[in-house]
């Protein structure tokens, strides 16, 4: 079964990465595209040149050639636009955040359940093989029990214009890239925190625009970082009673890096491992139709999503 897809919107994630990866995958074919744009759909044609353009994505929705929608539109749509494709018979992948708040989710939850269609959120480090060693190498003790994971993800941009600078569209560090210092905890130990222990934010235009966070899991503490105002940087750190694992370019693998992980453990023996050309959102792309074709369950669940949003819920209440 050959998966086709459709995409609500022609933005720059979506011309750069998702298109792309949908069209290399293996078992799909990017059939749709929702924009009224002719100029914001001529990239996407370029390497797609059968793909149909509709001017509204309800047209989208309404194609029957399109088995699945992608959603890659502004934070505050994610909900709207993942219950419509539901509704209209279309499995569906949304952008993260999937919600402003943990409680918004439960609705496309209940939904999915109902119709029996694929529902996820697009967490694509989920996929990696990477972070897949670091659940394992965790799990094994490898570097003995887990003390203290640190985390940081920054980026500068200046442009106040931005939509990540929109309060009203879900803006702000955390639902950007907290998403993935928070999440990757969770993802890689498949605990949540029992207690915000420390939450410093800065606000900007009713965002927040830089974020220190430390929290307390069970057996184990953690500090977050994120901001979209300082320079690039990104990396976690996984520090246990015998060892650390290092995780380098650990969410834009191959943009920032070469995906790594350093094992330092006790005695000095330190090795790296590497993953030079994993493509991780075509591995999401296929993913996703493995679980549409019942062949294997999706790496990130809805429930996962909830999760990561209710920890950003606590942090903004804390």
Do not use: C
């Not at 298109?19 to 759909?41: D, Q």
């Not at 309800?58 to 890659?72: G, S």
């Not at 990396?235 to 650390?244: E, K, N, Q, T």
């Amino acid at each position: 079964m050959v998966v086709n897809w459709g995409i609500l919107g022609a933005g720059k994630f979506a011309r750069e990465e998702m298109g792309p990866a949908i069209h290399a995958a293996s078992g799909a074919r990017l059939v749709a595209l929702g924009t009224s744009s002719a100029e914001k759909a001529a990239p996407f044609q370029a390497f797609a040149p059968d793909l149909v353009v509709h001017d509204t994505y309800d047209a989208v929705l309404a194609d029957p050639a399109v088995d699945a929608v992608y959603v890659p539109l502004p934070n505050h749509l994610h909900i709207e636009w993942a219950m419509k494709a539901l509704a209209a018979g279309k499995h569906v992948l949304v952008e993260k955040p999937v919600g402003l708040k943990a409680a918004e989710i439960d609705p496309l939850m209940a939904r999915r359940d109902e119709t029996g269609l694929q529902a996820a959120e697009a967490y694509m480090i989920a996929h990696h093989p990477q972070w897949h060693r670091v659940r394992h190498l965790l799990a094994d003790g490898a570097i003995g029990t887990l003390a203290h994971v640190d985390g940081i993800f920054t980026y500068n941009n200046p442009d106040l214009t931005n939509v990540r600078y929109d309060a009203a569209k879900g803006g702000g560090s955390l639902p950007d890239i907290g998403v993935y210092t928070i999440g990757s905890t969770i993802l890689a130990t498949g605990q949540t925190p029992d207690q915000i222990t420390h939450a410093d934010i800065d606000m900007l235009n009713g965002v927040d625009v830089r974020a220190r966070v430390s929290v307390r899991f069970d057996g184990f503490t953690a500090h977050w970082v994120t901001a979209m105002n300082i320079h690039d940087s990104q990396w976690m750190s996984f520090v246990g009673s015998h060892g650390r694992i290092d995780v380098l370019a650990p969410f834009n693998a191959g943009k920032v890096g070469e995906a790594q992980i350093r094992i330092v453990q006790a005695g000095g023996g330190t090795r790296v491992e590497r993953w030079p050309a994993v493509r991780q959102y075509v591995l999401q792309v296929e993913a996703f139709g493995a679980a549409m074709r019942g062949e294997a369950a999706f790496g990130w669940t809805l429930e996962q999503a909830k999760t990561t949003q209710e920890v950003i819920d606590r942090i903004y209440a804390a």
